[in-house]
């Protein structure tokens, strides 16, 4: 998946978002051919390999490009305007909450045990995730506790973070704004104050907790990407396909469902003719 080049006085905001619509479109392509794996009556393991590598490889491409426009534009990756609000609802430092996955992991494999029930009885193997053995559930369970922890951590240090947004230097800068626009020091233009006087000393206040937070959301998106790879290492192959179509299917449908929401809330606001 290519990544656009900035145009000219286009925010990274919207420059992402396209992006982002066509990381929509190229998971879209790759669910089909997810599905497809699991009709096929016997498919090589090497064919499964391959297509969980590009899928991988997709997951990888995101977030390094997902990084590239942070550095550019670290609040636009914190609170990202191409999401719906019902995804906004449950966002985790810029991204999905990486023990999410196991939950989609356990439910997932209860539906498939359920379907499967009758043949696992019968001692036959479903091959899917109703199929997990005692040595792999014990290995999810190390993975579940270890990212939790891993994810703790993570959100204790963007508490500490936010914190800082009164801090000693954040209170100085907002008096000394304040005392300027008392003493007419500044020019009020099309009802608001234009404070280029203090652009400067703004930017320098604010920057190092731009590059904390840019830290931070790398360390999330490291430990979303890292939680994935943890989980398929554990999986078969054709485990991994139906745990990447159940991942896809959630993230593809709960933004359209989020998109289709918001858009009825616009519709109902508008004033009637």
Same mark, same amino acid.
């Given at each position: 998946?290519?990544?656009?080049?900035?145009?000219?006085?286009?925010?990274?905001?919207?420059?992402?978002?396209?992006?982002?619509?066509?990381?929509?479109?190229?998971?879209?392509?790759?669910l089909?051919?997810?599905? +497809?794996?699991?009709?096929?009556?016997?498919?090589? &393991?090497?064919?499964?390999? %391959?297509?969980?590598? #590009?899928?991988?490889?997709?997951?990888?491409?995101?977030?390094?490009?997902?990084?590239?426009?942070?550095? #550019?534009?670290?609040?636009?990756?914190?609170?990202?305007?191409?999401?719906?609000?019902?995804?906004?609802?449950?966002?985790?430092?810029?991204?999905?909450?990486? +023990?999410?996955?196991?939950?989609?992991?356990? +439910?997932?494999?209860?539906?498939?045990?359920?379907? *499967?029930?009758d043949?696992?009885?019968?001692?036959?193997?479903t091959?899917?995730? *109703?199929?997990?053995?005692?040595?792999q559930?014990?290995?999810?369970d190390?993975?579940? #506790?270890?990212?939790?922890?891993?994810?703790?951590?993570?959100? &204790?240090?963007?508490?500490? %973070? %936010?914190?800082?947004?009164?801090?000693?230097?954040?209170?100085?800068? +907002?008096?000394?704004?304040?005392? /300027?626009?008392?003493?007419?020091?500044?020019?009020?233009?099309h *009802?608001?104050?234009?404070?280029?006087?203090?652009?400067?000393?703004?930017?320098?206040?604010?920057?190092?907790?731009?590059?904390? /937070?840019?830290?931070?959301?790398?360390?999330?998106?490291?430990?979303?990407?890292?939680?994935?790879?943890?989980?398929?290492?554990?999986?078969?192959?054709?485990?991994?396909?139906?745990?990447?179509?159940?991942?896809?299917? /959630?993230?593809?449908?709960?933004h359209?469902?989020?998109?289709?929401?918001?858009?009825?809330?616009?519709?109902?606001?508008?004033?009637?003719?």
């Amino acid at each position: 998946m290519a990544a656009a080049p900035y145009a000219h006085g286009t925010s990274a905001s919207e420059t992402f978002k396209k992006f982002f619509e066509a990381s929509l479109t190229e998971q879209n392509q790759l669910l089909q051919e997810l599905i +497809s794996a699991t009709t096929d009556s016997t498919p090589s &393991e090497s064919t499964l390999r %391959q297509l969980l590598d #590009r899928v991988i490889k997709h997951y990888e491409d995101y977030y390094r490009y997902k990084s590239r426009w942070a550095k #550019r534009d670290v609040m636009a990756m914190m609170t990202p305007a191409w999401r719906s609000s019902l995804e906004d609802a449950f966002l985790w430092i810029g991204g999905w909450r990486p +023990s999410m996955a196991f939950h989609l992991l356990y +439910s997932k494999a209860g539906l498939q045990l359920e379907a *499967g029930l009758d043949e696992l009885l019968r001692g036959l193997s479903t091959g899917d995730l *109703g199929d997990l053995s005692p040595a792999q559930l014990r290995r999810v369970d190390r993975l579940q #506790r270890e990212t939790i922890r891993k994810e703790r951590d993570l959100t &204790e240090t963007l508490a500490a %973070q %936010q914190e800082t947004v009164a801090d000693t230097s954040m209170v100085e800068l +907002s008096h000394a704004v304040t005392e /300027l626009i008392r003493n007419g020091e500044t020019t009020q233009t099309h *009802g608001g104050w234009d404070e280029s006087a203090v652009d400067g000393l703004v930017e320098s206040t604010l920057r190092p907790k731009e590059d904390a /937070l840019e830290e931070i959301l790398h360390k999330a998106d490291d430990l979303r990407l890292s939680t994935l790879k943890n989980i398929v290492e554990v999986l078969t192959p054709i485990q991994a396909v139906h745990f990447f179509i159940a991942a896809t299917e /959630l993230h593809l449908r709960v933004h359209d469902w989020g998109k289709r929401r918001d858009l009825k809330e616009d519709r109902r606001r508008e004033p009637r003719q």
